[in-house]
């Protein structure tokens, strides 16, 4: 890991996925997505990791959506 990669909140992460920051918990203890635990327990994301995930999922939806119409 780089050290100085940004680490995001479960908010920020929630915030690019347009879900709820519940969800995005709900979405790491699930193993779906990887989370890092601060010394006092609370969750944080890598940056790089989130963005590529978000890029799969916006191109998975992209494919899936062409077939309407």
């Known amino acids: 890991m780089d050290p100085r990669e940004r680490l995001l909140t479960p908010g920020e992460v929630a915030?690019?996925?347009r879900?709820?920051?519940k969800t995005v918990t709900r979405w790491a203890a699930a193993g779906r997505i990887h989370s890092i635990r601060t010394p006092g327990g609370h969750r944080r994301?890598?940056?790089?990791e989130v963005r590529a995930?978000?890029?799969e999922l916006s191109g998975e939806s992209r494919?899936?959506?062409?077939?309407?119409?």
């Open 15 to 17: 915030a690019l996925f």
């Open 19 to 21: 879900v709820d920051p």
């Open 45 to 48: 994301f890598l940056e790089s």
């Open 53 to 55: 995930l978000l890029q």
């Open 63 to 69: 494919e899936t959506g062409a077939h309407h119409g």
